[in-house]
């Protein structure tokens, strides 16, 4: 499996991306897929997460500015956007194909990273 984490960028703050996650060498679409974040200087932290049937997790700060959705490709979308969003995303695969949460230790795969950045 390999993940490519793509839609980074700069953006002002209120604005939007949306990020996508593929697999090069198969679809996931018998794994739960996650996105996570690090800030500079900060520890990683979970964004959001949805099992192969569906069934998602977002973390608080996110929760009804952001929306993962997947087909073939898993993406996040991102709104309303605050300078504190800035970060680098990455991408994982879970190991099993439910929503596999905010716990890392779940993903087996992760993805090179995409860089968010929000200006204020």
């Known amino acids: 499996v390999q993940l490519q984490a793509s839609g980074g960028g700069l953006v002002q703050s209120g604005g939007s991306l949306r990020l996508s996650c593929s697999d090069s060498k198969r679809t996931f679409s018998n794994n739960g897929v996650g996105w996570f974040r690090q800030a500079p200087g900060k520890e990683r932290e979970f964004v959001a997460s949805?099992?192969?049937?569906g069934g998602m997790t977002y973390a608080d700060s996110v929760k009804g500015r952001f929306t993962i959705s997947r087909d073939n490709t898993v993406y996040l979308q991102m709104n309303s956007l605050k300078p504190e969003d800035t970060a680098v995303y990455y991408c994982a695969s879970c190991r099993y194909s439910s929503n596999c949460g905010n716990d890392p230790t779940l993903y087996a795969y992760w993805g090179q990273g995409t860089l968010v950045t929000v200006s204020s």
């Open positions: 949805i099992g192969y049937r």
